[in-house]
């Protein structure tokens, strides 16, 4: 077979892999923008050659990486890639500036399915974030892009709470030109720097003429860069952010030790209402409060709010997930509300468990018959009780319901005797009574 039927039979086996037609969907993660690109330049052994043998290279590293998946672009997917050196600085953005090469490296996927990765999305391996920059889709035959490490962070509050880190590029701003300027005439740019970042829903709270903290200094930031387009008129395709920062002095308002700009203006806090006492044996219920910036927040479908609930001492009492607290044993102990969206969102509140006290009662002890034979005696005893326990108070018998002519009684103390003298259709009712207390039973009187 001659060389060119060779060539010829390579890039036959290319055009099947890579879908036979135009415009059909090229395989691996490839968007539907890119349906009509065909893979022309791998023949099939080298494919397969890439498939086999990729993983035994020992630059290959594990890496956390977005963007792979078409529906979720935030979504993290952990694979193989390998960081190559870039070879040319034409390659990266018009921006950059930077000397260090392991601050800008290629991307290649061991992965031979991942043929497309987007701009702006992130890679996090060695201990560094890394964003696309500048993705090769349309001119590679693997998946590869340029990607940048992030050499600072710039940190925010989250809705409730939460100091978010959000990591970004920052490189010393370089004046070009292309004229004769004369000097006298130039600006100097010291404390300008060019910042890149993506664009997400953290990223989107910037805008122009905001103040970021960057270590100890705060920065403004101008001409503020958020709608450049992977697909012409796609706007859900802008992943990446640019704008330009000047050094400022920063303010009381700066919170310097979270890096949050106006960070002091910002309070996030807790608090719990309800009763402060319970019995042991009882339940109250406690409220849990969401308030920031001084103003209570009300849960929504966007932002719940969950508790979770802790006691210091279960044994003196208990609390559910809905914050009603059961005594146990008597004594205080503090009820802890935690914010589950934020955990350094807490409240507490000291609770005193006292001992139960029961109200004063009247009642029989020992075995109540429920009924007497004609002829028969049975007897009855009961009591005066105060904090559930019997005194030597005495209690006055009283009687209803059967014919008197049908039973006689004799009292000893708290102790009554019943003896039955004939049979009666109504149930004869004893009540022994303390004061306003009192308790009743019914015994039926029964003939032969």
Excluded at 7 to 19: A, D, F, M, R, T
Excluded at 41 to 51: E, G, P, V, W
Aim: with cysteine; net charge negative; aromatic share 10%.
């Amino acid at each position: 077979m001659t060389v060119a039927n060779q060539s010829e039979k390579y890039l036959q086996n290319v055009i099947k892999q890579s879908g036979g037609t135009v415009g059909g969907m090229p395989p691996g993660n490839t968007p539907i923008q890119y349906a009509n690109r065909q893979h022309q330049y791998y023949a099939r052994r080298t494919t397969q050659f890439i498939k086999a043998r990729a993983y035994l290279s020992s630059d290959f590293v594990q890496a956390d990486v977005q963007g792979l998946i078409q529906d979720d672009f935030y979504k993290y997917l952990s694979t193989y890639i390998r960081l190559s050196d870039l070879v040319s600085q034409s390659a990266t953005s018009t921006n950059t500036s930077a000397k260090n090469v392991d601050d800008i490296k290629i991307i290649l996927f061991q992965e031979p399915s991942i043929d497309y990765f987007p701009v702006g999305a992130k890679v996090q391996t060695m201990g560094s974030t890394w964003i696309c920059v500048n993705p090769s889709n349309i001119s590679s035959v693997h998946g590869t892009a340029t990607v940048q490490r992030c050499n600072a962070a710039y940190s925010l509050y989250d809705y409730y709470g939460n100091i978010v880190t959000e990591p970004i590029i920052v490189e010393k701003l370089v004046m070009s030109s292309n004229d004769i300027s004369n000097p006298q005439n130039l600006v100097l740019m010291e404390g300008y720097f060019n910042v890149t970042c993506q664009l997400n829903d953290y990223t989107r709270e910037l805008g122009q003429n905001q103040r970021i903290i960057l270590g100890s200094k705060a920065y403004y930031i101008t001409g503020f860069t958020d709608f450049i387009q992977e697909f012409t008129g796609d706007y859900d395709s802008v992943h990446l952010l640019r704008f330009t920062i000047r050094i400022e002095e920063p303010t009381v308002a700066d919170d310097l030790v979270s890096h949050i700009a106006n960070g002091n203006n910002y309070t996030f806090e807790a608090s719990i209402t309800g009763p402060t006492e319970v019995r042991q044996g009882a339940a109250i219920t406690l409220n849990p409060h969401f308030i920031k910036n001084g103003t209570e927040v009300e849960p929504t479908q966007e932002y719940p709010l969950t508790w979770r609930w802790v006691s210091s001492n279960p044994d003196i009492a208990t609390v559910d997930e809905n914050g009603a607290v059961t005594g146990i044993g008597s004594g205080t102990v503090q009820i802890t509300a935690i914010l589950e969206q934020a955990d350094g969102i807490i409240a507490m509140s000291d609770i005193v468990v006292t001992e139960a006290v029961l109200e004063p009662y009247v009642a029989f002890t020992g075995v109540i018959p429920q009924s007497i034979n004609q002829y028969s005696s049975a007897q009855i005893v009961a009591g005066y009780f105060e904090n559930g326990t019997l005194t030597d108070d005495a209690v006055t018998w009283s009687f209803s319901g059967a014919n008197t002519g049908s039973y006689y009684t004799s009292a000893e103390g708290n102790t009554l005797t019943i003896n039955c003298l004939r049979a009666d259709r109504t149930p004869l009712v004893v009540t022994a009574s303390y004061g306003e207390y009192s308790v009743s039973t019914s015994i039926r009187l029964e003939g032969y």
